[in-house]
């Protein structure tokens, strides 16, 4: 594309081509998220504009999955794997009956892609899934019909994605309460589907003071919105140097098949700062690349991040 400064091999010019192509991709599961989630919309637009108008970098991106017949964390996978990400770590959540998988992205061929928001260094990514098989045989009447409807649809997880719609039919209400009442992670997966969980703004990739969490924390509470306090506001990791927080989601109607009209827990935000690995500690700030801050993610600060969705968290008073 035009704008690219590549030096013009036949080999460069073919991967910004598909570069381009799976930040399209991308853009649209992005703008699906900003359009149904006004908090995470508004919070987006609050701090680039308190933080001088630059445009924001993204820590990752996470997705959820029904851990069934190809329907799991792979479905979503794929396209990753195929635009040159790498699955790095797994995490399991064995009380949630959860594990998750995330992916380090290529290095970028573009350092810009006007006007959108996934620009310069793409987002790690962030997958889990629900181990189905240990849910009761109640719920896993219920996922495994609608995966069975979807049939061929975990092969369109990005797709489904990026068009905002379901693989499946929309349930009943009773069977959303059903699965609500054993996981809250089952029932939001019933509902959203591939739908964009979060985006995770990369805060010491802010210029301002905003750059330190616990100063965005603040600033996000002083404008009104509600964050995640499960286990504290703030989500450190054993080595101290991965800080995570995150907004309760937003809810918004959700017409279920059988007519009922009602509330359900949609996406929400979250914040990360990476700090500096202690071997590089004596670096100047000028010369921090992102490889030398704290790399992954953690067990602990994710288990209480999916709480962001819990009923728990969405009804509190702020
Ligand atoms: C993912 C929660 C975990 C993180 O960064 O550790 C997470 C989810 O809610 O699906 O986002
Ligand atoms: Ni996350």
Redesign the pocket.
């Known amino acids: 594309s035009a704008s690219m400064s590549g030096n013009g091999s036949p080999s460069s010019s073919s991967q910004e081509g598909s570069d381009s192509f799976f930040r399209s991709v991308l853009e649209n599961v992005e703008s699906v998220y900003l359009s149904r989630n006004p908090t995470a919309k508004s919070i987006l637009e609050l701090v680039q504009s308190a933080d001088g108008g630059e445009r924001i970098c993204y820590?990752?991106l996470?997705?959820?999955t029904f851990g069934v017949d190809g329907h799991g964390i792979d479905s979503m996978a794929s396209f990753f794997l195929d635009y040159g990400y790498k699955q790095m770590e797994e995490?399991r959540f064995p009380a949630k009956k959860l594990k998750?998988l995330w992916f380090s992205p290529p290095p970028s061929v573009s350092a810009a892609n006007g006007g959108s928001r996934i620009h310069g260094p793409l987002p790690r990514v962030?997958i889990?899934e629900l181990l189905v098989d240990q849910m009761s045989p109640q719920a896993q009447e219920i996922i495994r019909k609608y995966v069975e409807i979807s049939s061929s649809g975990y092969k369109y997880a990005a797709l489904a994605s990026a068009l905002g719609t379901l693989t499946w039919k929309k349930p009943m209400h009773s069977e959303f309460q059903q699965l609500a009442r054993e996981s809250e992670?089952a029932a939001?997966t019933l509902v959203n589907g591939y739908a964009l969980?979060?985006v995770?703004i990369s805060t010491h990739r802010l210029k301002s003071n905003l750059s330190q969490i616990n100063s965005l924390n603040r600033f996000i509470e002083e404008n009104g919105f509600k964050l995640n306090s499960e286990g504290g506001l703030l989500?450190v990791s054993p080595d101290g140097l991965l800080l995570?927080s995150?907004t309760v989601a937003d809810s918004m109607p959700f017409r279920f098949s059988d007519g009922a009209v009602e509330p359900v827990p949609c996406s929400?935000i979250?914040f990360?700062e990476r700090l500096v690995l202690p071997q590089y500690k004596n670096l100047p700030n000028d010369e921090v690349k992102e490889f030398h801050r704290r790399d992954g993610?953690?067990?602990g600060?994710?288990?209480k991040?999916?709480?962001?969705?819990s009923q728990e968290q969405v009804t509190r008073a702020a």
Not at 305 to 309: H, L, P
């Open positions: 820590d990752h996470a997705f959820r995490l998750a962030f889990s992670y939001w969980n979060h995770t989500k995570q995150s929400y979250e990360a993610f953690e067990v600060n994710a288990d991040i999916f709480e962001s969705t």
